[in-house]
């Protein structure tokens, strides 16, 4: 995929390039030191009842000196917090440099793809971490389904208070161009892109953004197979007749590797729910309502919310299936208000 001519001839290309090796966050030291009240907090919301986060006992009987933070809080103990999130900075930052030069290319969207740790040594109360991040790469425009994009990959440095590394973090990020704004910079008539242009933006006409695909592998496939049927299908354990959602290749009950699937009634009940706002991509309307349906069968699937505007979801809502064809090749189910019961 080639980039825009104009962005190349004003030298778009070799300035993103520049980018490559620069420091985006200086050396910057976390507020406060690692301590046992954080981690008891972080080892509590991530259920993880290891004594070696609580109990100097324990984690001495493992050979070490005391207790120690748990190797992923590495990045929370840097984090700047709420209040510096939400206050103007004076400074503008390598960061705010790059985001804004991605924008001017139309990268205006950003997805995380993946995050590699490196862990050199565990921290314990009482140590003081610094982190710096740089720019390790960024990547030629590349086709991907959610729009043109470039892959951005920083390094992220994490020091003791004696400046020796104690871990590192590769954060990689695609910043793209939403598929619906790619479609209209593309293609002459005939192309794919021109086939979705129906009509000005914003009329009725004007066909939608795809939704980005699922991940279909071999452990979910008959799930999206269902889909395309009109079929709520869950996996069942043959050996303990256990539901499981989402489906996997062993059970979490009995280990047994063999399944078949039963169709689900397609009632349930609003367990929990969230109200999107942002980001905003062109396939969705906003606000958008996601639920936790806790199904009639006993398991529990993500879904969208239809027949209810946001503000009329409550906990324990009952919910009958529906089904959402959101193009010929992608079928999902979601659910509406169950028809109320006549006196």
């Keep these: 995929m080639t980039g825009h001519s104009t962005r190349q001839d004003t030298g778009y290309e070799e300035r993103l390039r520049a980018f490559t090796g620069r420091e985006l966050r200086a050396a910057t030291p976390a507020q406060d030191p690692v301590n046992q009240p954080m981690i008891r907090h972080w080892a509590e919301a991530m259920g993880d009842t290891n004594p070696v986060y609580t109990d100097a006992g324990s984690a001495r009987a493992t050979g070490r000196d005391g207790v120690v933070a748990p190797a992923s809080m590495v990045q929370a103990w840097t984090m700047p917090g709420y209040a510096a999130t939400v206050s103007p900075q004076a400074v503008r930052s390598g960061f705010d440099e790059l985001v804004g030069l991605l924008a001017e290319g139309g990268y205006t969207s950003v997805v995380a793809t993946d995050s590699e740790f490196s862990f050199l040594r565990e921290l314990v109360p009482g140590d003081h971490v610094t982190v710096r991040e740089t720019v390790e790469s960024i990547s030629e425009e590349k086709r991907t389904g959610l729009g043109a994009g470039r892959f951005v990959t920083t390094l992220k440095t994490y020091t003791d208070q004696h400046g020796e590394t104690v871990a590192t973090q590769r954060w990689r990020t695609l910043r793209f161009r939403p598929a619906s704004a790619a479609a209209r910079e593309e293609g002459p008539e005939g192309s794919p892109a021109a086939a979705r242009e129906e009509g000005p933006e914003g009329s009725p006409e004007a066909a939608r953004a795809l939704r980005p695909r699922p991940a279909v592998n071999r452990d979910n496939a008959f799930f999206f197979d269902g889909t395309k049927r009109h079929r709520l299908l869950v996996q069942r354990c043959t050996a303990c007749s256990l539901l499981r959602h989402p489906p996997g290749p062993c059970c979490p009950e009995c280990n047994s590797f063999e399944w078949d699937t039963v169709e689900a009634s397609g009632r349930g009940r609003v367990h929990g729910f969230v109200v999107n706002h942002h980001p905003r991509h062109p396939a969705f309307d906003f606000p958008m309502a996601v639920a936790v349906v806790a199904l009639a069968e006993g398991t529990r699937l993500i879904a969208g ?24 090749d992608l079928t999902l189910p979601v659910f509406r208000p169950a028809p109320t019961e006549a006196p």
């Design 305 to 328: 919310l239809t027949g209810v505007a946001p503000e009329d979801v409550e906990i324990d809502m009952p919910v009958v299936l529906d089904w959402l064809d959101a193009d010929p």
